[in-house]
């Protein structure tokens, strides 16, 4: 399978601090990546350090077909402004010059009714804005998508629904995924590979392969006790 990214060797240091040191991975096609780790590891740093928004040393190499797109954590414009969905979407069509067919098209693909384009910005709810922000990132038809913890702020059965919305992306898609999530329990069902992140690599390969006590305890601390959970109970192990 073809690399849409190859990663040799990165560091990145802000100011004398070095925030991410040695850091070598490779994403293929249509594959998931979750990046986990403790806060303070690096995770977002790193997601901004592949967007080509931070310096680094060594090697970050994109295929050239690759489609960036980001959702991150937060935006910082206040959700009170007066604007509604289809006037952040038309916003991003215009410059991109896509038809409005588009913007229909991602509010299907992100399974949003299309009465939510007339809906202020500030009054959808969480699941609703996560998911416009999505389908924000979904315009241009991106082929990799970049998600800064994007259930960290909803409620367990909003965060269900991004996770499955996710998965069907790629499904339908082929989007390559890479993940930071604080939710350790739905890493399995939702990444092929892990990112184990505390500066440094401190594991990498599939989930049920690396996901152990022995990680948890180079992340975190030796009390740190991770519960791996059935596959249709999503609990949560936040940090």
């Not at 780790?37 to 050239?64: A, C």
């Not at 999505?134 to 241009?140: E, R, V, Y």
Request: net charge negative.
């Amino acid at each position: 399978m073809k690399s849409i990214l190859s990663v040799k060797e990165l560091s990145v240091s802000l100011g004398d601090q070095t925030i991410i040191k040695n850091i070598s991975f490779d994403l293929d096609q249509g594959e998931s990546l979750a990046i986990v780790g403790p806060n303070g590891s690096g995770k977002t740093v790193f997601l901004k350090t592949l967007l080509g928004l931070l310096p680094y040393q060594g090697t970050i190499k994109w295929n050239e077909n690759a489609r960036i797109g980001y959702v991150p954590q937060k935006i910082d414009a206040d959700r009170h402004l007066p604007i509604n969905l289809q006037n952040l979407l038309e916003a991003k069509a215009d410059i991109q010059r896509l038809s409005r067919k588009n913007i229909a098209t991602t509010l299907e693909a992100v399974e949003l009714p299309k009465d939510t384009l007339q809906t202020p910005i500030g009054h959808l709810s969480g699941g609703q804005f996560q998911k416009a922000l999505i389908a924000f990132a979904l315009l241009g038809d991106p082929n990799v998508i970049l998600f800064d913890e994007p259930t960290a702020s909803l409620d367990e059965l909003s965060e269900e629904h991004i996770y499955d919305l996710l998965n069907n992306l790629r499904k339908t898609r082929g989007i390559s995924i890479v993940l930071v999530s604080h939710d350790l329990s739905v890493i399995p069902h939702v990444a092929d590979t892990v990112l184990c992140l505390n500066k440094y690599a401190v594991c990498y390969g599939p989930p049920k392969e690396v996901l152990t006590q022995a990680t948890f305890d180079k992340m975190y601390s030796p009390s740190h006790k991770f519960v791996q959970h059935a596959p249709d109970h999503h609990a949560h192990d936040r940090h």
